[in-house]
């Protein structure tokens, strides 16, 4: 533990003294010298029951150290920065004190614990974890009553030399490969005789989602039938849509079964949540084909789900989202089966897919029944049209089509409502805008039910005749029920018949 606090000390009028006192330009430096920080020592025990202890002081913009040992002596002793000094203890906890002090006589104190014991570390409990977000890292701390420092074995590299792990500390250490790990922890007191324990742990690197192929450690196997067959190859076609260097590649032999498909087993069941659908990018040599996506139990076939989506880019990629809102949520799903061109038999064809992952709802694609719009500011009706662009990244069929009525106001716009945004968990929106002029300002606005609440937030487009995502942070939306989304065009300006499409709403992170 330790404690700390600054102080002014008068040495500083020895250091004035050398500077006339008129000069002030010259002195001016000194109002911006800081104290001395990050002070700390380096204790050093011997392992002899003499009581024998090294002190090392360092710390930042110091010239000296005083250091009060916290026993009987009532003397402090000054140390140089870079210097060390020893002391003899009896067996007990002492307050070791020290004050640095900088050339400008500025002083921090800081105090720490000087544990001196001479009896062998006892109830010695390690306690190892994996760091969150990488399965190869662990943290490694212990306790031991009598313990001054621990020295851990990894157990990963011949000859190895420990690492010292003091009192109260935690250290860090990364495996190169998987599996079962032992690790040997000993602990240290003053005297010569130590205690250890050893640990097993296991190293995994599971198959979770998201799954992008480029890890070369995960285990990507895949359960082939039908005349269907699974692998990762490199990305054939690096675009906009999927930039990544390895993709699972499913090839369609000639003959297969109308139903082949290829299949990955995750290690751990999927957790859906708020996240109820799961978005893949999908590379074929022809459009209009059926992509079959089907989750199942891991040993339960009859515990599945499926869903078709229809692609629509041949010779490109594209993300096709499966919306899996009807699966019971108390059952466990673990693998992820899929079929290209579902329904007719293979000729030889190879398709690729990427970047499987979880993803909340869209809130609105216009591919379907379209939502009841309402416009205000004389401009026409919102409809829904073909997509007039679906290369890039929109590939979807059908698009939302706002025209901005000659004429009409400069706050012209229009709204659909939804189900309860969930912003806690999604704070921002993304829009598809399609403009034939950029430097416009899109505004899109949230209401709850009544319009008590509102929050908005403009974007300024910056690309003409295609396809613009806009991302929406709401992050500092007061809390509320939002139910309706607004959209404005060239806010802010009369409306002169130009036509612009929006699609692709959906919560984002």
Not at 465 to 480: G, R, T, V
Request: glycine fraction near 6%; charged fraction near 20%; include cysteine.
């Amino acid at each position: 533990m330790k404690t700390l606090k600054y102080t002014v000390g008068l040495s500083i009028l020895s250091v004035l003294l050398f500077w006339n006192c008129n000069d002030d330009d010259t002195v001016d430096f000194l109002d911006n010298i800081d104290a001395p920080s990050n002070i700390s020592a380096l204790v050093q025990t011997t392992q002899d029951n003499s009581g024998l202890v090294t002190i090392i002081p360092n710390g930042d913009a110091v010239e000296f150290f005083t250091i009060h040992f916290g026993d009987d002596t009532k003397e402090p002793v000054k140390v140089n920065l870079g210097e060390n000094i020893t002391h003899i203890y009896a067996d007990g906890t002492y307050t070791l004190k020290l004050v640095g002090t900088g050339i400008t006589g500025l002083k921090t104190e800081v105090t720490q614990d000087v544990v001196v014991s001479f009896k062998a570390p006892e109830n010695l409990v390690p306690k190892i974890t994996i760091n969150p977000g990488d399965t190869f890292t662990i943290n490694v701390s212990a306790t031991a009553d009598y313990a001054t420092k621990f020295e851990v074995h990894f157990g990963d590299i011949p000859n190895e030399t420990p690492t010292e792990l003091m009192v109260d500390s935690t250290i860090s250490h990364t495996y190169q490969t998987t599996g079962n790990k032992e690790i040997r922890i000993v602990a240290f007191s003053s005297g010569p005789v130590t205690t250890e324990v050893t640990e097993t742990i296991l190293i995994a690197n599971p198959l979770v989602l998201p799954i992008d192929f480029e890890s070369t450690s995960l285990n990507y196997t895949y359960i082939d039938f039908g005349g269907a067959t699974g692998s990762v190859v490199a990305n054939p076609n690096i675009s906009t849509i999927n930039t990544s260097a390895t993709v699972g590649r499913f090839f369609k032999q000639n003959g297969s079964e109308v139903w082949a498909g290829t299949a990955l087993q995750l290690d751990d069941p999927i957790i859906f949540s708020s996240l109820n659908s799961i978005k893949i990018n999908t590379w074929s040599p022809s459009s209009g084909i059926t992509v079959k996506m089907k989750l199942e139990n891991a040993t339960d076939p009859d515990t599945a789900i499926e869903v078709d989506v229809i692609n629509t880019v041949a010779n490109g990629w594209e993300t096709l989202v499966f919306n899996f809102g009807a699966l019971d949520l108390s059952k466990e799903y673990h693998k992820i089966v899929l079929f290209f061109d579902f329904g007719n038999s293979g000729n030889d064809d190879t398709y690729y897919f990427d970047n499987i992952e979880l993803v909340p709802l869209p809130i609105e694609d216009f591919e379907g029944t379209p939502p009841t719009f309402t416009v205000f500011g004389n401009i026409a009706d919102i409809t829904v049209e073909s997509n007039p662009n679906t290369g890039g990244i929109n590939s979807t069929a059908t698009a939302a089509k706002l025209t901005k009525t000659s004429g009409s106001e400069t706050w012209a716009g229009a709204l659909f409502e939804v189900s309860p945004l969930d912003l806690t968990s999604y704070n921002k929106i993304r829009v598809l805008t399609y403009s034939p002029t950029s430097g416009v300002v899109i505004k899109l606005k949230l209401e709850n039910a009544d319009a008590s609440i509102t929050h908005e937030v403009d974007i300024t487009n910056t690309i003409t005749n295609d396809w613009e995502e806009l991302i929406y942070d709401f992050s500092d939306a007061p809390a509320a029920d939002y139910v309706k989304i607004v959209i404005f065009f060239d806010f802010g300006n009369s409306g002169t018949g130009t036509e612009y499409y929006y699609d692709g709403i959906e919560l984002r992170n």
